[in-house]
């Protein structure tokens, strides 16, 4: 809670993070970074932030990047876009930062795009949507899965279950809508229709009529929540635990991937079903996982330092901040177009939520095998099938 204190101070001004080390005398690299620390979806921010700083402080302990120390400058955009644009904007013209790692959200994300794309500056977004990057925008990159393919994988599984005919409930965040969307384009894929189709919105507190019409909806078989913004998905799902619905399963999407989301819900929770990054369920995975050295280290460094769980939020601002980090090294520059080929190129980078693999056509480089699908059981993630 202190962490969050002392950013709630300099919601409206960035502040520098140093580490130690390297000599003072070199110029330092600036990069920046705009999170939703605070506001509805700072369950999402706040685990960003802390990872961002906690790895800045440790690459410049460890000589910093091509001899020069990171200054990373941050700011709170209070989960509000017009926010996240302005900083986008100081970020550009008052602290000539490099490159960006950020975005908490699509919303605050889509906002910022045009700034660095008009600044030719490469933007690495930690948010879902796979409209941050297709079609292709030449600085635009992001970390983590995107909405399209959480969908696809819980589709797969969907049909493995032999469940047929499905209801749709969508947040009217940025994030709901665009899986929203992406779920409808390839539902029928998979032999699936879509026979319930509902909406609620970022403040909403009772999702009880959605539920009770998806309820009464004849030959429902599952529901899928495309939601991910504030305690949407955990009211939701607590109000499906009141009436009475656990007959008929119910999958959230990726960006419910918290153990926060299982607390808030309670034991309503049993038994959902969600895709997340390797990162959640690390110590069940085998020693011959290639992820899994990475995986265990983020989560022991991470927890030693804020004596909390990992989330698979932070572990995406790991990946953005590390691969613009071995962009900056392989280009042996810090320009921002030379770090941005060098993203493009980005070829077997071993992070939380996969292995990457770049091009000039995909500026994400994962595929729907980097999920695992996990179910909560007695409060925990459980991977399905084992």
């Known amino acids: ?24 005398a070199a110029e330092p690299i600036a990069i920046g970074t705009v999170l939703s620390v605070t506001g509805p979806a700072s369950y999402i921010g706040e685990p960003e932030a802390k990872t961002l700083k906690l790895y800045v402080d440790r690459i410049n302990a460890e000589g910093g990047v091509l001899g020069r120390p990171l200054k990373l400058v941050v700011y709170d955009d209070v989960s509000d876009a017009n926010k996240a644009r302005t900083f986008a904007t100081r970020l550009v013209e008052s602290d000539h930062v490099v490159a960006m790692v950020g975005g908490s959200t699509t919303g605050t994300t889509m906002a910022m795009i045009p700034v660095f794309q008009r600044a030719k500056i490469p933007f690495m977004s930690l948010a879902g949507s796979v409209n941050i990057i297709e079609p292709v925008k030449k600085e635009i990159f992001k970390s983590p899965h995107t909405d399209r393919m959480a969908c696809e994988r819980v589709l797969e599984d969907m049909k493995a279950r032999g469940l047929t005919k499905i209801a749709l409930i969508a947040g009217t965040d940025g994030f709901g809508i665009s899986m929203r969307e992406q779920c409808k384009k390839v539902v ?31 030959g429902v078989q599952a529901i899928f929540n495309t939601g991910a913004s504030g305690q949407g998905p955990a009211i939701l799902t607590r109000n499906y635990g009141q009436l009475g619905m656990q007959s008929i399963p119910l999958y959230q999407n990726n960006g419910v991937a918290s153990k926060d989301y299982i607390k808030l819900s309670g ?24 992820q899994k050295n990475v995986l265990i280290s983020y ?29 900056i090294k392989a280009a042996k520059s810090a320009a921002p177009d030379a770090i941005r080929d ?5 070829d077997g980078f071993i992070g939380t939520a996969g292995i990457v693999h770049m091009s000039p056509t995909d500026h ?8 695992k699908l996990v179910e909560v059981k007695a ?8």
Not at 5 to 21: I, P
Not at 192 to 198: A, G, H, K, P, T
Not at 364 to 371: I, N, P, V
């Open 1 to 24: 809670m202190k962490f969050i204190a002392s950013l709630k101070l300099c919601s409206a001004a960035a502040f520098m993070v140093f580490a130690g080390q390297v000599s003072q």
């Open 188 to 218: 029928t894929n998979y032999g699936i229709s879509l026979v319930s189709d509902e909406t609620y919105g970022a403040q909403d507190t009772d999702m009880t009529p959605q539920l009770t019409k998806i309820k009464a909806t004849p």
């Open 267 to 290: 034991r309503a929770s049993e038994g959902v079903r969600l895709p997340v990054p390797a990162l959640l369920v690390a110590s069940k995975l085998p020693d011959s996982d290639p």
């Open 299 to 327: 989560t022991d460094t991470y927890q030693k330092a804020y004596s909390e769980p990992v989330s698979a939020f932070g572990g995406g601002a790991y990946d953005g901040l590390m691969m613009v980090v071995d962009a």
């Open 342 to 346: 060098a993203l493009e190129k980005t």
């Open 364 to 371: 994400l480089g994962l595929s729907t095998k980097a999920f």
């Open 379 to 386: 409060g925990d993630w459980s991977l399905v099938g084992q």
